[in-house]
C-alpha cells in the first residue's frame, strides 16, 4: 500500500545578497523544502501575496526597505497568522534590532552566522507550528460548513411544518382554528428566516437585522394584502449584525406586532402603513413598530392583554433586558429597547 504524502512546506527566502540567498535555499531544497526566493522587500510581498508560503524568511538589511517595514507591510497584506515570517541578522544589528522585529510582527529572529543545524531545527520548529494553524483553520473551516448545513436543514424542516400547517388550515371551516393556525404559522416563519438568514450569508452565528427583518416583513405583507387594500410595511433599520440570541426574539416580537397591526388597526378594509425602524446609541438599540390606523383605546394596557400575542411580545422583551413603551400620537407606536449585542 503506497504511503500518503503530505505537500511540501512552502518558504520564501528574502534576501537582497545573492551569494547567502542561494546558500540558503540549496540548504532548504536539500532537506526537501519548496523554496522560492526574492531579493526585496517589494518582491518579497508580490510573492506572498501570490503564493501564501507557509514561512517566510526576512533579511533585516535590504536596499529599498529594511526588513522590519517590509515585514509590517507584509502582514498588513496578508495578514497575521496566514504565514510564519522569520527575520534574520547578522550580531552586529540583531542584539539591538531583536525586539524590534517581534514588534513588526515577525514570529522569530535568527541570528547568523548560525550552524545548519540549529538552523533547520528553527524552520522545524516554525514548520510545526504552522501545520498546528492548518489544522485549527481546516476544524474551523469544516465546523463552519456543519453549522451552515445544519442551519440549510432546519429551516428546510420548518419549511414543511408551515406546508403541514398550510395543508390542515385549508380543511378547516371554523374562522377561529384557521387564525390560530395562521398565527403560528408566522411565528414559525420567524423563525424559518433566521435559519435562511444565516446560511444564505454564510455566517453561523450572526444575521443582518436589515436582511432578517426585511424576510419576515415581506411574508408578513403577501399574507395582508389583497386587491381592497394595501398595507405597505416600511422598514427602516440599519444593516447591523445581530448575534442569533438576540436576532430571534426581535424577529418574534415584530411578527406579533406588525399582525396586530394589521389584523385590527385597520378596519373595513381601510388601507394604511406600517413602519418598522430601528436606531443604535452606544450600548444599546431601539426597536419601534408603528402604524397610522385607529390606535388603540385610552385604557389599553399590554400588560393586562389576554392574548397570547402581547403575552409572547412582553415575554421576549423582558428576555431582551426591556419593556414595552407606547408612543403618543396618531394610530399605534411600540417601542422598546435591548442592550446592543451587535457590531455596527
Partial sequence: MRSLQLPQTSILVVDDDEMTRKATVQLLRANNYDV?????????????????????LVDVVMPDEDGFD?????????GHGESMVAMFSSFKQGETDRTRGFESGADDYILKPIGNREFLA???????????????????????SLMRQMHHRIKNNLTIIESLIDLKSAEL???????MLDDLRRRIHSIEALHECLYRTGD???VD??????????????????????????????????????ALPIGMVVTELVTNAARYA????????????????????????EDDGIGLPMEFDPVKSPTLGLKLVLALAEQLGSKLELLPGNGTAIRFDFPLNAKA
Wanted: charged fraction near 30%.
Fill in 209 to 246: 437585522a436589515r436582511l432578517y427583518l426585511e424576510d419576515i416583513a415581506a411574508n408578513l405583507a403577501s399574507l395582508f394584502q389583497s386587491n381592497d387594500r394595501k398595507i405597505p410595511i416600511l422598514i427602516e433599520v440599519p444593516s447591523m449584525c445581530l448575534e442569533m440570541d438576540v
Fill in 70 to 78: 517590509t515585514v509590517s507591510r507584509l502582514l498588513k497584506e496578508i
Fill in 36 to 56: 522560492s526566493e526574492a531579493s526585496s522587500g517589494e518582491e518579497c510581498i508580490q510573492s506572498s501575496c501570490a503564493d501564501r508560503p507557509d514561512i517566510i
Fill in 266 to 289: 385597520f378596519p373595513d378594509q381601510r388601507s394604511g402603513r406600517i413602519r418598522i425602524s430601528m436606531t443604535l446609541g452606544d450600548q444599546r438599540a431601539t426597536l419601534t413598530v
Fill in 204 to 206: 453561523v452565528s450572526e
Fill in 173 to 179: 371551516s371554523d374562522g377561529h382554528s384557521v387564525l
Fill in 122 to 144: 528553527r524552520i522545524r520548529a516554525l514548520e510545526r507550528i504552522q501545520q498546528g494553524k492548518k489544522g485549527l483553520r481546516e476544524k474551523a473551516r469544516l465546523q463552519e
